[in-house]
């Protein structure tokens, strides 16, 4: 158990420059998310706590020793990755007490932890059984189970739920979140899929291009956002965003407008309303647009609108139904707008 601190880490390849200038401390004991679209340095990051990967500049601690130039399998972090990687001709009792071996824990005392990290992951019937006698989310389990029965400082999960399905991903990430927990054991998860960032996470840290956008708790990412790339990329479906002019006082762009904006006249600004916030209505609108799609959930139903310029999705009641093409009226929660400036896309910031 210990706190992780990166100081301006980076990585290039010649002139490629994978993560740029990474400053991030993740706190003993917590569970923080990198999640950014593919690409975006994440798993690099990642990488470079484990020392898989050697940081072009900057510095790593773990629990205040730095280890930049430390060996990976000198720092005491276990890794779970998508691939569950166990060995296929050992018996799952085999794999999980291979790390056990390999630090040279005692033999007396290795049945016993092997025993109690199976349990913990509810495999402890099947440790005679070899992987490929085990279903996916019992060999992801029983990767898991790898991972914390020496009980690392840290551990860092790559992906590890992406070759589950959907049922069994939200099994787990409940699984996860509760061990986690329970362990206490400070945790790195790396995810391209925003629900299980905002389902996992203490906190989640936004990357786009080598380059952290935002930190923060799930709440705050998704009601504060700091730029348009972080509002467009939670929420499902993500914050609307639609790009145009503020003149006497009132937001307008094609379909859309908003009177009394708290945004100086003259700017150009994108404004962003998340589809909850949107509401069919009849009269005193501040959207007019055509019905694109209509998507019953169950719960709710995914309206989707176009005007001449802009594609704007709407959360309305359950039994709402329209014909494609027919006119629809939206009124927007005018308490939760957001504004960026629309050519660097930060948030304007308007109390
Ligand atoms: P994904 O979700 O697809 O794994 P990621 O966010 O984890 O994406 P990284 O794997 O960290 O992204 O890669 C960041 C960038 O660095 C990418 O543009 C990638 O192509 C590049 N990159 C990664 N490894 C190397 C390498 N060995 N040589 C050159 N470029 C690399």
Known sequence: MAEIELRGIGKSWGSFVGVKD????????????????????????????????????????????SVTDVDARDRDVAMVFQSYALYPNMTIYENIRFPLRMRGVPKEEQSTLVQRAA???????????????????QRQRAALARAVVREPQAFLMDEPLSNLDAKLRAA???????????????????THDQIEAMTLADRIVIMQG????????????????ANTFVAGFIGSPPMNLITGRVADGAFGAPGVEIPDVPVDDGRAVT??????????????????ASVYGVEPTGDVTILTLKTDTDTIEVKADRDFRAELGSPCKITFDTDRLYYFDADAGQRIRTT
């Open 22 to 65: 990474v400053n991030l401390t993740i706190a003993d004991e917590e569970l923080i998310v990198l999640l950014g679209p593919s690409g975006c340095g994440k798993t690099t990051t990642m990488r470079m706590i484990a020392g898989l990967e050697e940081p072009t500049g900057g510095e790593i601690l773990i629990g205040g020793e």
């Open 271 to 288: 404004l962003g309303v998340r589809p909850e916030d949107c509401k069919v209505a009849t009269e005193g609108a501040h959207l007019n």
């Open 172 to 190: 787990m990430r409940v699984h996860i979140k509760h061990l986690q927990r329970q362990l206490k054991i400070t945790t790195v998860y790396v």
């Open 210 to 225: 080598g380059e952290i956008q935002q930190i923060g708790a799930p709440d705050q990412i998704y009601s504060d956002p």
């Open 119 to 137: 349990d913990m992951v509810e495999l402890g019937d099947f440790l005679h059984r070899k992987p490929g006698a085990l279903s996916g989310g």
